[in-house]
């Protein structure tokens, strides 16, 4: 199949079938993305039982005779300072999606974004100076005011320019993720990274 090239008049890319004319797999997607957004939790928070927290190792009065309600540790969790009824521990929140789920995710994506004609591919991404004016200039031309930008390699004018801008994302093809390919209206990429990334589709 083939796609526009920007800025090109009647210039086309032959790109591969796979990796951009698949059908999209609503359930694939939500399961990929789902598992993608999990594995980013640190899943770090805990909270103490009443065995963990400290003190209460004696009965604060004795069982009758006091006419106050019995009591057997001052870290009870009905007790002001006492511990958690159903603590929160640690706990990895990981999910399983194998590579070809994965990857079957990406092309589902990519094809849907040719097909809304939300992909922009461009020769290159260059700016003279690491000035974020050029870079607004040159999103103008795109005829986009953001969006997500996959280049091949870390480009360090490129990422300073655009850093600042809100709406704006900077990723290098090996590290697109389909979070970020959701997150924007318009996703611009280079010829250089779109053939990184059809390699990494395989």
Known sequence: MKLQ????AGKDL?????AFGKEFNESLIHQVVTAFMAAGRSGTKAQKTRSEVSGGGIKPWRQKGTGRARAGTIRSPIWVGGGRAFAAKPRNF??????KMYRGA???LLSELVRQERLIVVESLELAE???KLFVE?????GVTGGLFVI???EEKLW???????HVEMLEASALDPVSLLRHEHVVITVAALRRVEENLG
Do not use: D
């Not at 300073?160 to 809100?166: D, G, I, K, M, Q």
């Open 152 to 154: 091949e390699a870390f």
């Open 94 to 99: 990981e999910q399983k999606v194998n590579r």
């Open 130 to 132: 690491a000035k974020t």
């Open 106 to 108: 990406m092309r589902s």
């Open 138 to 142: 040159q999103m103008k031309s795109l």
């Open 160 to 166: 300073l320019a655009s850093r600042n801008l809100p």
């Open 14 to 18: 032959q790109v591969s079938e796979l």
């Open 5 to 8: 090239l920007h800025g090109a």
